[in-house]
């Protein structure tokens, strides 16, 4: 196996550019849109469930968004039109479920038939594949608004209108409903704005960074690797009791008070003691002010993923664990060709070797991390 692979995939979806043969004022990837088709999801599984009454998988409603579109890593972003396009539409679909079958049987065999589900039949003809479907729309719907109404853009107005339409007539109640709040109802108005802005937080300031990241990737990057180190530590080491929904919730909304707050770096958070309990109430603050906002069906598990995200719940370390791996990744990507972040990258190994002994941790530093790190200066 070489479970590596799939590290490689997440890495590699922020390179994967999206609306570019527009010239949009807000640059997009996949990386960032699939981290707003999960946000997306969280809020639609709890609709269906609360509004429409139907008890559905919202694991896997969230695991699909999450991963749906991670074949664009070797396909690349294809149009849409081109998608549907009658003699091509047969030769794509083959295509990228070849790509997507290629991933899932590079991971360990215990994990293959979640990651099946999750990206190679992410938008199949299910209930759940439709909905995938449908909330990769209503994020196209944000991103056109977004640039419409701060570019004038004409290309996005049309665009905008034609997918609100769409939405507007979808079968999928919890769409219609969600995109009706998204116009009426404050507190999802602003709740939608923090998760398409949060690709405007740029992370690493006051470093020379050759490698762009912002908080949406890497939200993306930090819930990718939770979900595939709950699935691990669940699946091969037998620790049954992860509750892989709480742990996914909280790893794509984890960093989402940044919106807010801005990304202030952790050595200035960390100054003191003082300090450090300062910035933890005010952003637990700001984080019960965007649930609080919210409708009340939603409040329970928003509180629970956003306001206590890193809480001392085993679900809580493994975000912790993934948002400290995924700063370890950037800084071996880095390093390569900008010795800046050469100790950066030690400091955060010997952070992660010092304080986590989970097997997940045991098991990336002894196989994924080898081989991304062979990846990065042999080949």
């Not at 295509?95 to 589900?117: A, G, K, M, W, Y």
Request: hydrophobic share 40%; proline share 2%; net charge negative.
């Amino acid at each position: 196996m070489n479970n590596s692979r799939f590290t490689s995939a997440i890495i590699g979806m922020q390179y994967v550019s999206r609306w570019n043969e527009y010239c949009p004022r807000y640059k997009d990837n996949a990386a960032s849109h699939s981290f707003r088709c999960a946000s997306i999801a969280i809020l639609i599984g709890i609709i269906e469930e609360n509004m429409c009454n139907n008890e559905l998988d919202k694991l896997d409603l969230i695991g699909r968004a999450l991963l749906h579109d991670l074949n664009e890593t070797v396909t690349g972003s294809i149009k849409h039109m081109t998608k549907k396009e009658v003699t091509l539409v047969g030769h794509i679909q083959r295509l990228e479920n070849e790509v997507s079958r290629d991933i899932v049987s590079r991971l360990s065999r215990s994990l293959q038939p979640h990651f099946t589900q999750f990206i190679v039949h992410a938008e199949d003809d299910s209930y759940i594949g439709g909905l995938v479907k449908a909330i990769d729309s209503f994020d196209a719907m944000l991103f056109c608004m977004r640039e419409h109404q701060l570019d004038g853009n004409p290309y996005f107005r049309t665009k905008y209108e034609a997918l609100r339409t769409e939405l507007a007539e979808s079968a999928y109640a919890s769409i219609r409903w969600l995109l009706q709040a998204s116009e009426d109802n404050e507190g999802v108005r602003q709740f939608l704005d923090h998760i398409l802005n949060l690709d405007l937080i740029e992370r690493w300031g006051g470093s020379f960074n050759l490698i762009p990241d912002n908080d949406a990737t890497h939200s993306f990057r930090v819930a990718a690797m939770s979900l595939f180190n709950g699935l691990l530590e669940k699946e091969r080491f037998g620790r049954e009791s992860i509750d892989l929904y709480r742990l996914v919730g909280k790893a794509i909304l984890h960093d989402i008070v940044e919106g807010v707050s801005g990304d202030v770096a952790s050595p200035i958070k960390k100054s003191s003691a003082i300090v450090q309990e300062a910035f933890k109430q005010y952003e637990e603050h700001v984080a019960q002010q965007i649930v609080s906002a919210l409708p009340d069906m939603f409040h329970p598990q928003l509180t629970d993923f956003i306001v206590h995200a890193k809480d001392d719940s085993y679900e809580g370390q493994l975000v912790d664990i993934a948002d400290k791996i995924d700063a370890l990744i950037k800084s071996n990507l880095e390093m390569r060709n900008n010795p800046h972040y050469a100790e950066k990258y030690y400091q955060q190994l010997l952070h992660i070797q010092h304080h986590y002994e989970n097997p997940c941790v045991v098991f990336f530093l002894a196989y994924i991390l080898h081989d991304l790190t062979f990846d990065n200066f042999v080949r």
